[in-house]
C-alpha cells in the first residue's frame, strides 16, 4: 500500500502508443486510461482527427492510375505548347519581315521609281541603326528565323560558360565548351582559360577535362578537332601521364593530326620505355594520317614489323636509296638490311649489299657492318658469288674496296673470294684508279 500510495502521489505520464505520440500529440496518464469519461473524451478526439485525414486525403490526395494518367495529359499540353510557341515565333519573324518589305515598296512607290525594287532593298539590308541592330534586315530578309536567334544563343553560351568557370564548376564548363554552337568555345583560347586555373589538390586537372570534353563530343561534329588543339590535347594528356586516354583519342575520335603530334608521342615512348611499342604504333598512324611516311616507315621497323616495313616500302613506291640508307642508320637491324639488299616478291633488291656495309663503316656502324659480313662467310664461297655476280648496283671498285675492309677486320678469306671472284669474271680487265664508272656486270650487258 506504501508503494501504491507513493506512486499515487507522484503519477507517471504514459503513453498509448509510439506512433500516436508522433501523429496525434495526445498522451494520457494511468490513471485516465482507467476513467471510462476520460477514454469517451479521447475516442471522440480520434474519430476527429480521423474525419480530418479522410478529408485530407480526399482533397489532397488522387489515386496512382489518376496521377499517370495527368502527367500523359501534361506531356501533349507542352507539346502544343511548344508547337505553339515555335509558330508563333515564326509568324512574327515573317510578319516584321513582310512590314520591312512592305516599307520597302511604300517608299519605292512614293520615289519616282527611278532605280528598281531589287535594289531598294539591298540599299536597306545595309541599313545599320535599323531596329539599333547592324545587319539585323539582313537577317529578316533570310527565309531562315533561326538566323536572327543565333547571335543571342552564342552569347548566352558565352557568358554561361564564363559564369561556370567563374564558379569553380570546371567539368560542366568543359563540357558546355565541348557543345557549344559553331564549336565557338572550341579553340585555343577556351583552352588557356582553362590552363590558367592550373592543378586544383585533390581534384582532376580542368585542362584535361576541357579536352576529355572535347575529343569525346568530336564525332558529333562534322568537322573534326583542329589540329593545333589536337596537339595541345596530345601533350596534356601525356604530362598527367594518361597514355590510355591518349590511345582512345587517336584511335577512337575524330582529330587532325599533324607531324608534331607524333613526335610528341614518338619522344615520350624513347624516354618511358615500358610504353615504347604503344608509343611507337600511335606515332605510325599519326604519321601515316598527315602523310610522313618516312617517320611511319621507321616505326614500323622500331617495332620489329619488318615484312610489314616491306610491304610499305612496295606499296608506296616513293621512297629513294638516300631515304633507305636514312632508315638503316636510325634502324640498323640485321633483318632489315637483309631484306633490302635480297629480291622481295619477285622484285629486285631495293639497296646494294656493298654499298650498305661501306655505308654502315663510314658513319661509325662497324659493329653492324662486321655482322652482315659474318653472315655472309657463313655461307661460303658459292653465297659471296651470288651476292658479287647479282648486285648491280655495285661497281667493280666498290667491291674492291669491300674486299679491303673485309682484310682490315679479320676476314681474310672473305676478302680472298670476293677478289678471287672479281678475277674470274670473263671480259674484266685491270681498271685504272681513274676509271670508276665501270660496272661489275658491264660484260653481261653487251
Given at each position: 500500500?506504501?508503494?501504491?500510495?507513493?506512486?499515487?502521489?507522484?503519477?507517471?505520464?504514459?503513453?498509448?502508443?509510439?506512433?500516436?505520440?508522433?501523429?496525434?500529440?495526445?498522451?494520457?496518464?494511468?490513471?485516465?486510461?482507467?476513467?471510462?469519461?476520460?477514454?469517451?473524451?479521447?475516442?471522440?478526439?480520434?474519430?476527429?482527427?480521423?474525419?480530418?485525414?479522410?478529408?485530407?486525403?480526399?482533397?489532397?490526395?488522387?489515386?496512382?492510375?489518376?496521377?499517370?494518367?495527368?502527367?500523359?495529359?501534361?506531356?501533349?499540353?507542352?507539346?502544343?505548347?511548344?508547337?505553339?510557341?515555335?509558330?508563333?515565333?515564326?509568324?512574327?519573324?515573317?510578319?516584321?519581315?513582310?512590314q520591312i518589305i512592305s516599307h520597302a515598296l511604300t517608299s519605292w512607290v512614293k520615289s519616282d521609281m527611278s532605280s528598281s525594287f531589287q535594289d531598294l532593298v539591298e540599299q536597306i539590308q545595309k541599313t545599320k541603326d535599323l531596329h539599333g541592330d547592324e545587319g539585323i534586315v539582313e537577317e529578316l530578309l533570310e527565309d531562315d528565323p533561326s538566323k536572327a536567334?543565333?547571335?543571342?544563343?552564342?552569347?548566352?553560351?558565352?557568358?554561361?560558360?564564363?559564369?561556370?568557370?567563374?564558379?569553380?564548376?570546371?567539368?560542366?564548363?568543359?563540357?558546355?565548351a565541348a557543345n557549344s554552337p559553331r564549336r565557338i568555345l572550341r579553340n585555343i583560347d577556351t583552352m588557356n582559360k582553362f590552363k590558367a586555373v592550373g592543378k586544383i589538390r585533390g581534384e582532376p586537372l580542368p585542362l584535361l577535362l576541357f579536352f576529355e570534353a572535347v575529343f569525346s563530343t568530336s564525332h558529333a561534329f562534322r568537322h573534326p578537332v583542329k589540329?593545333?588543339?589536337?596537339?595541345?590535347?596530345?601533350?596534356?594528356?601525356?604530362?598527367?601521364?594518361?597514355?590510355?586516354?591518349?590511345?582512345?583519342?587517336?584511335?577512337?575520335?575524330?582529330?587532325?593530326?599533324?607531324?608534331?603530334?607524333?613526335?610528341?608521342?614518338?619522344?615520350?615512348?624513347?624516354?618511358?620505355?615500358?610504353?615504347?611499342?604503344?608509343?611507337?604504333?600511335?606515332?605510325?598512324?599519326?604519321?601515316?594520317?598527315?602523310?610522313?611516311?618516312?617517320?611511319?616507315?621507321?616505326?614500323?621497323?622500331?617495332?620489329?614489323?619488318?615484312?610489314?616495313?616491306?610491304?610499305?616500302?612496295?606499296?608506296?613506291?616513293?621512297?629513294?636509296?638516300?631515304?633507305?640508307?636514312?632508315?638503316?642508320?636510325?634502324?640498323?637491324?640485321?633483318?632489315?638490311?637483309?631484306?633490302?639488299?635480297?629480291?622481295?616478291?619477285?622484285?629486285?633488291?631495293?639497296?646494294?649489299?656493298?654499298?650498305?656495309?661501306?655505308?654502315?663503316?663510314?658513319?661509325?656502324?662497324?659493329?653492324?657492318?662486321?655482322?652482315?659480313?659474318?653472315?655472309?662467310?657463313?655461307?661460303?664461297?658459292?653465297?659471296?658469288?651470288?651476292?658479287?655476280?647479282?648486285?648491280?648496283?655495285?661497281?667493280?671498285?666498290?667491291?674492291?674496296?669491300?674486299?679491303?675492309?673485309?682484310?682490315?677486320?679479320?676476314?681474310?678469306?672473305?676478302?680472298?673470294?670476293?677478289?678471287?671472284?672479281?678475277?674470274?669474271?670473263?671480259?674484266?680487265?685491270?681498271?685504272?684508279?681513274?676509271?670508276?664508272?665501270?660496272?661489275?656486270?658491264?660484260?653481261?650487258?653487251?
Open positions: 500500500m506504501e508503494n501504491l500510495e507513493f506512486w499515487q502521489q507522484s503519477p507517471q505520464p504514459w503513453y498509448i502508443t509510439g506512433k500516436e505520440k508522433s501523429n496525434l500529440k495526445q498522451s494520457m496518464t494511468l490513471q485516465e486510461s482507467v476513467n471510462l469519461n476520460a477514454l469517451t473524451k479521447y475516442m471522440k478526439h480520434l474519430e476527429d482527427k480521423y474525419a480530418e485525414i479522410k478529408q485530407a486525403i480526399s482533397i489532397n490526395y488522387v489515386p496512382a492510375q489518376r496521377k499517370a494518367d495527368l502527367d500523359e495529359e501534361m506531356i501533349v499540353v507542352l507539346k502544343r505548347l511548344d508547337v505553339a510557341e515555335h509558330r508563333n515565333k515564326e509568324l512574327q519573324f515573317r510578319h516584321q519581315r513582310l536567334k543565333e547571335a543571342e544563343i552564342m552569347l548566352y553560351y558565352i557568358e554561361r560558360f564564363n559564369e561556370l568557370i567563374s564558379h569553380g564548376e570546371y567539368e560542366k564548363a568543359a563540357y558546355f589540329a593545333d588543339l589536337t596537339l595541345e590535347g596530345i601533350k596534356c594528356g601525356l604530362s598527367e601521364k594518361r597514355l590510355d586516354l591518349v590511345i582512345n583519342w587517336v584511335t577512337q575520335e575524330r582529330l587532325t593530326f599533324s607531324e608534331e603530334a607524333g613526335d610528341v608521342i614518338y619522344d615520350y615512348g624513347e624516354q618511358d620505355t615500358y610504353n615504347k611499342a604503344k608509343c611507337l604504333a600511335l606515332a605510325q598512324i599519326i604519321y601515316h594520317e598527315c602523310g610522313q611516311r618516312k617517320k611511319a616507315l621507321l616505326c614500323l621497323c622500331k617495332q620489329g614489323q619488318i615484312h610489314g616495313a616491306m610491304e610499305y616500302i612496295q606499296q608506296f613506291k616513293d621512297f629513294i636509296s638516300d631515304d633507305l640508307m636514312q632508315l638503316i642508320t636510325l634502324c640498323p637491324q640485321t633483318e632489315l638490311i637483309q631484306c633490302l639488299t635480297k629480291e622481295w616478291n619477285g622484285k629486285p633488291p631495293s639497296l646494294s649489299f656493298g654499298l650498305v656495309v661501306l655505308h654502315l663503316f663510314s658513319v661509325d656502324m662497324e659493329k653492324i657492318g662486321i655482322k652482315l659480313l659474318q653472315e655472309i662467310s657463313k655461307g661460303g664461297r658459292d653465297a659471296v658469288e651470288h651476292l658479287v655476280i647479282n648486285d648491280s648496283l655495285c661497281s667493280l671498285e666498290t667491291w674492291e674496296e669491300m674486299a679491303n675492309i673485309c682484310l682490315q677486320n679479320g676476314f681474310d678469306r672473305l676478302s680472298n673470294d670476293i677478289m678471287s671472284i672479281l678475277r674470274s669474271q670473263a671480259g674484266v680487265t685491270e681498271i685504272s684508279e681513274e676509271d670508276d664508272t665501270v660496272n661489275l656486270m658491264e660484260h653481261v650487258f653487251w
